[in-house]
């Protein structure tokens, strides 16, 4: 049985005081989901604080990126370990975004996932289609090039340290959600993808989470879905009642 696991994104939103502010007032809301794992992607400069006031809860904190070397001249750069010294658990790596603006390829998100997972995190690897693309039929190639380049040389004890976010670009901040079939249609895809990678019992132990547009009226049928394992979730997941809404997907 897979345990959901519903993680915001905050992107380059939050300073310190709001991140803070927002687990003081969202820890008592999502605290009864105890079967669901809790997790906030934040900006390197809040992690310190966000992780110091979610001690004790179940709000899990990650990395929206990170480098994969320990340590070097890279000017702007996040090393894994720091993560991890800030209190981090996962970190979220080849997002759309850092894709389309930041020249992240396939090779630098199975290098970063590699040095994450060697660092003790959990890696949330995205994948997806623009909308070109998926007119133009290229979904399942685009999707299967990001997960099995992004996965390339990795052993079946990394994959546990996996989660993978299908996240169609078409769909990530426009308000369009893909329908429930839609979601589900591409993460069987990516299941069995993973049954050809690494063998049936860690295909059906992955988690597959869908991000694009997931909100509080949406997320309950397209949890509903049988391969659909959580969500990724940007701006419904910055506010707390929000976020809350998600979390308890089931109530
Ligand atoms: C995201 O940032 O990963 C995302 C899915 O954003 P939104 O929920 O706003 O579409």
């Not at 052993?155 to 769909?171: F, L, N």
């Not at 988690?207 to 009226?217: A, F, M, T």
Request: a negative charge; glycine letters at 10%; proline letters at 4%.
């Amino acid at each position: 049985m897979r345990k959901p696991f519903i993680c915001g994104n905050w992107k380059m939103y939050k300073t310190n005081a709001e991140a803070v502010a927002f687990v003081n007032e969202a820890k008592s809301l999502v605290a009864g989901a105890t079967d669901v794992d809790v997790g906030i992607g934040a900006p390197a400069t809040a992690l310190k604080s966000l992780a110091d006031a979610a001690k004790g809860t179940n709000i899990m904190v990650g990395g929206e990126n990170c480098h994969w070397e320990k340590e070097g001249a890279f000017t702007g750069e996040i090393a894994p370990g720091m993560l991890v010294e800030c209190g981090c658990s996962f970190v979220i790596i080849g997002h759309s975004e850092r894709r389309q603006y930041f020249g992240e390829t396939n090779e630098t998100c199975n290098k970063k996932a590699k040095a994450a997972i060697a660092n003790g995190l959990t890696v949330i690897l995205c994948c997806g289609e623009t909308l070109d693309e998926r007119e133009a039929g290229k979904t399942t190639a685009v999707v299967t090039d990001h997960v099995k380049n992004g996965l390339a040389g990795f052993t079946p004890e990394e994959m546990k340290k996996i989660v993978i976010a299908y996240e169609p670009v078409w769909a990530i901040g426009t308000g369009k959600t893909a329908t429930p079939e839609q979601a589900q249609e591409v993460h069987a895809v990516i299941r069995t993808l993973l049954a050809d990678m690494f063998g049936k019992d860690i295909a059906e132990a992955t988690r597959i989470q869908y991000g694009g547009s997931v909100k509080p009226e949406n997320v309950k049928e397209i949890m509903a879905q049988p391969d659909v394992d959580g969500a990724l979730v940007g701006g419904a997941a910055l506010k707390p009642d929000s976020f809350a809404k998600l979390v308890n997907f089931k109530a």
